[in-house]
C-alpha cells in the first residue's frame, strides 16, 4: 500500500467508508490477507473501492452462516484496509489481496441497498507505560515461540519476522492473527485499544492455548505409540504365519475358524459348552501374542480334548473275562471270584454301582497287574496314576489359572490320556499319600470316590462339571493305612502273599518263559530243575510275592547266556547242587523240624508279610527263687502272653504231676532263637506253655509237631490268623 493512503488515516477522524462483512475471519492492522468473495453486494463494494480508489472497513459478522447480515448482526469495531489486488474468477466469485491500515469504529450505517456503507471513526492506539509495554513484548515474543514449536499450522519463518518487529501495537496484532483461537476471542484482542492490555491478552491466550497443545501432543505420542505397537505386533503376526505356511503348519486355514469349528463339534456339556463360547469370545477381542491369549488357548485346547460321553464298548462275556484273568494270573481263586461276581453284577444292572474295589496285599503279588488284566477282561481303556508321595491337593483338583504354568489335575489329564469316559483308572499306592500345607489330597479323592458326588467333579482349572460316573475305579495299597472316611467309600480285597507251590507255577507259566525270551535263549539250551527252583525260592528269595524270584531267575539267565557263549556250553540245567555255584551263598534260612526230641524244645509258627516261618521256642529250668526271664527281641504282647502261660502251668501244677514248690526253688528261662528279629503276638502261647511244662516235667517235646495258639489263664486255646502261611511253612519244614 503507498504511504499516501496510509497518512491519509488521520486517528479520530469520521469518514464515510464501504463495509465488507466478513465469515470465520478477523483482519488485523498490518495483516495482508487474500479474502474469496461471493456475496453481491460485498462484490459491488469492492468494486465500489477500486474505482473511488478509497478504503473499506472489513468488520466480522457475529454469526457466519447469516447470508445478509443486518447492521446489528456485525462487529462495530473492523480494519479499515486498502485493496492490493482483486481478481475476478470465472465462476463469477472474487478473489482479492487486502491490507489492514488501522482500527474504526463504526458510528452508523448510511447505506445498506447495493452494498454497506458506514460513518467510521479511526482509532488510535494507547501506548501506556513504555517499560510496562516493553516487558510485556518480551514474554509475548518468547512465549510465541513456544506456541510455535507447539503448533505445526504456524511456519518457523514467522517466529524470525515477529522478533524484528519494534511496535508494540503492531506486534500483538501479527501475535494475535496467528494464534488458532475462536473468533470472538481475536476480535476481543482487535477491539482493545490499549496496547498494554493486548500484550496481556494475548500472553493469556498461548498460555491456555500451549497447555493444549502439550495435552494434545501427549495423547499423540501415546496413541502414535500404540500405533506403531499394534502394527508391530500385526507386521510379526502376518509374518509368522506366512512362514508357518511356508513350513506347512497352517494350510491357510485360520486358527479361530478352526478353534471355534472345534468347539461346535464336540459334545460338550451344555455349561461346558457355554464357558467354551465365552472364552472363545475373549480370545476373539485380544492380540493373538498377548500372555492372556496363550492362557485362554490353552484353556480351551484342553476343554476339548478331554473326552465328553464318548465311550468305549464295554465287554459282558464273563467267561472270555475268566479265561484273562486266569491267562495272566495263577491263584488268587478268592480275588478272581470276588472280580467276576462284580463285573456280573455290572453287566446285568448296566450300570456302574456298588463300591470302589481295593486290593490290598504285600508288593510284588499283581495287584497292578491284576488291574490291567480287568481292564482287558472289560474292553476298557486303562489308565493308572501313582498316588505315592502326593502331598498336594492341586495334584488331584488341578490349579485355578490364575497362576502361571496351571494345569488341570491329575484325574483330568488322565482322563485325557484314556480318550473315553469309561475307562477302569487304577489308583495306585493309595496309602502312600501324604499331607501338608497345601491341602489334603485324600479329601480331594473322596469327591472322585463317591458315586454320589462324582458325576458332577469340578477342576479347579476346568470350573465345570466333569462326569466321571462312568468312570471303574480300582485302588491298590500295600497295608489299610488309609483315612476312614476314604477306606468307608471302598471294599477291600485282600491278596494274600503266594504259596511256595503258587510260586512255583507263576516261575513254570511265566518268568522262566519270560526269561528265556527276554535274553536271547532257546527253551532247549536253559532250564532249571524242580529242586532247583524250590531252593532257589526257599534259600535265595523271602517275599510274599515274585518280584525278586523274577531278578534271580533273570540273573541266572544272563550267567547261563555267558556261559554258553564263553566256554561253549550247549545246555545247562540249574539244580539244587549248582544254584549256589550261579548265586553265592543262600541268602535265607527257612525253620526246619529239630532232628530229635528234647526237653524244652518246641516248635512254633510265626506269620510274616512274607509268608508262613517255624519258630524255635526254647525254655531251661535252673535253681533259683521262681524269677522268669524271657529273651529273644521280644514285643510286649509275646511277652504277656509267656506270662500267661507260666501262671496257667502254676495253676494247674498237681494236673502236671509237679509240686508247687518247685516254682519258688527254680528260676525259669524261656528264649526264641534269631535275636536280631523283633517279633509280637499272642499266638505263641500254646508253644510256651508246652515248653514250660516240658522243662519242669523232663518230658521231651514231639519234634514233628509245631504248634500255634493263643492260650488264656483258664487253659483254652484262642483262634489266630495267618493259618494258611503258618501250615504252608510247617508243611516246607518237615
Not at 524242580?530 to 525260592?537: A, F, H, M, P, R
Not at 534271580?552 to 550247549?570: D, T, Y
Not at 524244652?600 to 525254655?619: D, N, R
Request: with cysteine; proline share 4%; charged share 30%.
Amino acid at each position: 500500500m503507498s504511504n499516501e493512503k496510509r497518512d491519509a488515516v488521520t486517528p479520530g477522524a469520521v469518514e464515510s467508508y464501504p463495509v465488507l462483512p466478513l465469515r470465520d475471519i478477523v483482519v488485523f492492522p498490518h495483516m495482508i490477507v487474500p479474502l474469496f468473495v461471493a456475496r453481491e453486494k460485498s462484490i459491488r463494494a469492492l468494486e465500489e473501492v477500486t474505482k473511488s480508489d478509497r478504503l473499506i472497513l472489513l468488520a466480522t459478522q457475529k454469526n457466519a452462516g447469516d447470508d445478509d447480515p443486518s447492521a446489528d448482526a456485525i462487529y462495530s469495531i473492523g480494519t479499515l484496509a486498502s485493496v492490493l489486488q482483486l481478481l475476478k474468477l470465472p465462476d463469477g466469485t472474487v478473489k482479492v489481496l487486502v491490507e489492514g491500515v488501522a482500527r474504526a469504529n463504526v458510528r452508523t450505517y448510511t447505506r445498506a441497498d447495493d452494498y454497506y456503507e458506514a460513518d467510521a471513526e479511526v482509532l488510535a492506539d494507547d501506548l501506556g507505560s513504555p517499560v510496562e509495554v516493553e516487558a510485556l513484548g518480551r514474554s509475548v515474543i518468547a512465549e510465541f515461540e513456544s506456541y510455535v514449536k507447539l503448533n505445526k499450522r504456524v511456519s518457523s519463518e514467522v517466529v524470525g519476522a515477529v522478533t524484528q518487529i519494534d511496535d508494540y501495537s503492531k506486534l500483538a496484532d501479527t501475535v494475535a492473527s496467528h494464534l488458532s483461537v475462536k473468533i470472538a476471542e481475536k476480535q476481543d484482542v482487535l477491539e482493545t485499544i490499549s496496547v498494554t492490555r493486548r500484550l496481556e491478552k494475548c500472553l493469556s491466550l498461548m498460555e491456555s492455548e500451549i497447555s493444549v497443545l502439550q495435552v494434545e501432543k501427549r495423547i499423540r505420542t501415546r496413541v502414535k505409540r500404540q500405533m506403531e505397537k499394534t502394527q508391530r505386533e500385526y507386521y510379526l503376526n502376518e509374518q509368522m504365519k506366512a512362514i508357518q505356511k511356508e513350513l506347512g503348519d497352517e494350510e491357510g486355514k485360520d486358527d479361530l475358524a478352526e478353534l471355534e469349528e472345534r468347539i461346535k463339534n464336540t459334545k460338550l456339556s451344555k455349561e461346558a459348552r457355554d464357558k467354551a463360547l465365552a472364552e472363545f469370545k475373549k480370545l476373539r477381542q485380544m492380540s493373538p501374542m498377548s500372555a492372556e491369549a496363550t492362557v485362554v488357548r490353552n484353556y480351551l485346547d484342553w476343554i476339548l480334548s478331554i473326552p465328553w460321553g464318548k465311550r468305549s464298548k464295554v465287554k459282558r462275556d464273563l467267561g472270555q473275562a475268566e479265561e484273562v484273568l486266569d491267562a495272566e494270573h495263577f491263584g488268587l481263586e478268592k480275588v478272581k471270584e470276588r472280580i467276576l461276581e462284580y463285573l456280573a453284577v455290572q453287566s446285568r444292572a448296566n450300570k456302574l454301582t456298588g463300591p470302589i474295589l481295593c486290593l490290598v496285599g504285600p508288593p510284588g503279588v499283581g495287584k497292578t497287574s491284576l488291574g490291567k488284566s480287568i481292564a482287558k477282561a472289560t474292553g476298557r481303556e486303562f489308565v493308572r496314576m501313582s498316588l505315592g508321595g502326593v502331598r498336594d491337593e492341586a495334584e488331584i483338583r488341578g490349579h485355578r489359572r490364575t497362576y502361571i504354568g496351571s494345569m488341570p489335575g491329575k484325574i483330568i489329564q488322565s482322563m485325557r490320556k484314556a480318550k473315553t469316559s469309561n475307562p477302569l483308572f487304577l489308583l495306585d499306592e493309595i496309602d502312600k499319600m501324604g499331607m501338608d500345607f497345601r491341602g489334603d489330597p485324600s479329601s480331594a479323592l473322596l469327591e472322585v470316590l463317591d458315586p454320589e458326588q462324582n458325576a458332577t467333579f469340578n477342576d479347579h482349572y476346568l470350573e465345570v462339571d466333569y462326569d466321571l460316573s462312568n468312570v471303574m475305579f480300582v485302588t491298590t495299597a500295600n497295608t489299610l493305612n488309609i483315612p476312614p472316611p476314604l477306606m468307608d467309600r471302598m471294599e477291600i480285597i485282600r491278596i494274600a502273599g503266594y504259596t511256595e507251590d503258587e510260586k512255583v507255577e507263576i516261575a513254570r507259566r511265566h518268568l522262566i518263559p519270560n526269561a528265556v525270551h527276554k535274553h536271547g535263549l532257546a527253551p532247549e539250551e536253559w532250564m532249571i530243575a524242580d529242586d532247583g527252583l524250590l531252593t532257589l525260592i526257599r534259600r535265595y528269595t523271602r517275599e510274599a510275592g515274585v518280584r525278586n524270584l523274577e531278578r534271580e531267575i533273570s540273573n541266572l539267565a544272563r550267567k547261563a547266556v555267558k556261559e554258553i557263549l564263553l566256554k561253549k556250553k550247549e545246555k545247562i540245567v540249574v539244580t539244587s547242587e549248582n544254584i549256589s555255584d550261579y548265586l553265592g551263598v543262600p541268602k535265607f534260612r527257612y525253620g526246619e523240624a529239630e532232628l530229635e526230641d528234647q526237653v524244652g524244645v518246641v516248635t512254633g509258627l510265626a506269620w510274616t508279610e512274607v509268608g508262613g516261618e517255624l519258630l524255635t521256642i526254647e525254655g531251661v529250668m535252673m535253681p533259683g527263687k521262681g524269677k522268669m526271664t524271657v529273651t529273644g527281641n521280644l514285643r510286649d504282647v509275646m511277652k504277656e502272653s509267656i506270662s500267661a502261660a507260666a501262671s496257667y502251668v502254676r495253676s494247674r501244677a498237681v494236673d502236671f504231676g509237679v509240686e508247687p514248690p518247685v516254682f519258688d526253688r527254680r528260676d525259669f528261662h524261656v528264649h526264641v532263637p534269631e535275636g536280631a528279629t523283633p517279633k509280637d503276638g499272642p499266638s505263641a502261647g500254646v508253644a510256651m506253655a508246652t515248653a514250660i511244662v516240658s522243662i519242669i516235667t523232663g518230658i521231651p517235646v514231639k519234634r514233628d509237631i509245631a504248634m500255634t495258639g493263643e492260650i488264656t489263664l483258664r487253659g483254652r486255646v484262642l483262634p489266630i490268623g495267618g493259618l494258611k502261611e503258618k501250615l504252608l511253612a510247617a508243611l516246607r519244614g518237615g
